[in-house]
């Protein structure tokens, strides 16, 4: 049962943002402070990849756990309430990353996902050179 009422909880939810999020950010102004130049949201491309590097034909896609399902993460956790809806919700966010990212590679891009968990020095330092290595 949910605590608030549908008006509170659809005014809660609208907050929630899908762009230029926290991890987001600090995955652009990483990439940004090392050179890297690119193009947030193209709605061309399957699953509106965050970042877009056409000239490398590479995306990268910033994943939040919870939203996107990341087994064995903390962050990742079904809420209490209304668990069906939540699990539901979350495997339909799978598939939907998972079809995209196939359609991507099929037209012969550069799929990197970075979750949100696992930002860090180290691994944007791995994406840099993971982006800077695909041609």
Same mark, same amino acid.
């Given at each position: *049962?949910?605590?608030?009422?549908?008006?509170?909880?659809?005014?809660? *939810? !609208?907050? &929630?943002?899908?762009?230029?999020? @926290?991890?987001?950010?600090?995955?652009? +102004? #990483? +990439?940004?402070?090392?050179?890297?130049? #690119?193009?947030?949201?193209?709605? !061309?491309? %399957?699953? @509106?990849?965050? +970042?877009?590097?056409? !000239?490398?034909?590479?995306?990268?896609?910033?994943?939040?756990?919870?939203?996107?399902?990341?087994?064995?993460?903390?962050?990742?956790?079904?809420? @209490? !309430?209304?668990?069906? #809806?939540?699990?539901?919700? =979350?495997? %339909?966010?799978? %598939?939907?990353?998972?079809?995209? &990212?196939?359609? +991507?590679?099929?037209?012969?891009?550069?799929?990197? =996902? =970075?979750?949100?968990? /696992? =930002?860090?020095?180290?691994?944007?330092?791995?994406? #840099? /050179?993971? &982006?800077?290595?695909?041609?």
């Amino acid at each position: *049962m949910d605590r608030l009422t549908p008006e509170a909880r659809s005014r809660l *939810m !609208s907050r &929630i943002k899908g762009k230029d999020t @926290k991890p987001e950010m600090a995955v652009r +102004l #990483y +990439l940004h402070a090392r050179g890297l130049r #690119y193009r947030l949201h193209v709605r !061309s491309l %399957a699953g @509106k990849p965050d +970042l877009v590097f056409a !000239s490398r034909k590479v995306v990268v896609f910033v994943h939040g756990c919870f939203w996107h399902g990341h087994r064995g993460c903390k962050k990742a956790r079904t809420p @209490k !309430s209304r668990e069906d #809806y939540w699990r539901n919700k =979350i495997e %339909a966010n799978s %598939a939907r990353d998972r079809r995209s &990212i196939r359609k +991507l590679r099929a037209l012969g891009w550069h799929v990197f =996902i =970075i979750w949100q968990c /696992r =930002i860090n020095e180290r691994r944007l330092a791995q994406l #840099y /050179r993971q &982006i800077m290595a695909a041609e």
